[in-house]
């Protein structure tokens, strides 16, 4: 039986922190930017964590335990 490979597209979206959770980034901070606010901008810069009932889904797309 082959190699189980990783989902491409979540392997670019997703990393793993040194405790073993996922982070993720925000979305809407691409374009379309001139009606957002200053303050709603900066807030989307930063990066966040997967929420606990998505993380086991994403894991199996990492192809982690």
Do not use: W
Request: charged content about 35%.
């Amino acid at each position: 039986m082959p190699k189980m490979k990783t989902k491409s597209s979540a392997k670019k979206r997703f990393k793993l922190t040194g405790s073993g959770k996922i982070k993720r980034k925000h979305a809407f901070k691409s374009h379309i930017l001139t009606k957002k606010s200053k303050k709603r901008k900066l807030a989307l810069t930063h990066s966040t964590l997967v929420h606990e009932s998505d993380a086991a889904n994403i894991k199996q797309q990492l192809r982690l335990k």
